[in-house]
Every structure is written in structure tokens, then in C-alpha cells.
């Protein structure tokens, strides 16, 4: 079911984002295709498992700020080990 959940969205797309440095979530949106609405709830969901953490910017307080943790980077190298083994083949 987890699995599923995150094939649903673009969890690899925004982690990769990610690696390269914190960004505000709605500009997070634009780089990866997805509208203002919807990269909340990806982000949401990302930080339930652990994978991201937010913040507020201090000088815009409604900017939220997402960066990748730890476990983000961990399952982010995860997904490549993943993808490199299929375009090898099984």
C-alpha cells in the first residue's frame, strides 16, 4: 500500500529536486508539472513518511520552505539502485 502511494505521485522527481537544496514548496510545483494544491498534499504525504521536512520563511511567513532529510536521501539512492537494476534487466 506504501508503495502504491508513493508510484501515485512524483516522489522521485521531488526528492531529486530536493537534493540540490531547499525550495518553496510552490516553486518545488513548477520544476516537477504539478499545480500549487496538489504539491501540498505530495509534500504533506512526503513528510508524513519522513522524507521531507517544512518550514515557514521568516521574512514571508507564507512561503513554506521543503527540504529533504535524511531518510529522503536514503530512499532517493533507494529508487536509483531500483531504476538502474530494471534498465539492466532482472
Do not use: C, Q, S
Not at 512524483?10 to 508539472?33: D, Q, S, W
Not at 505530495?42 to 513554506?64: A, I, N
Not at 533507494?78 to 532482472?90: F, N, P, Q, T
Amino acid at each position: 500500500m506504501v508503495v502504491e502511494d508513493f508510484l501515485r505521485f512524483k516522489v522521485y522527481h521531488v526528492l531529486r529536486e530536493l537534493e540540490k537544496g531547499p525550495l518553496i514548496a510552490r516553486v518545488l510545483g513548477k520544476r516537477i508539472g504539478v499545480n500549487g494544491t496538489n504539491i501540498f498534499r505530495y509534500v504533506e504525504k512526503l513528510e508524513f513518511y519522513g522524507l521531507v521536512e517544512t518550514y515557514f520563511e521568516r521574512e514571508y511567513p507564507y512561503r513554506k520552505i521543503v527540504k529533504i532529510t535524511r531518510k529522503g536521501r536514503r530512499f532517493l539512492e533507494k529508487l536509483r539502485e531500483a531504476d538502474r537494476v530494471l534498465k539492466r534487466g532482472w
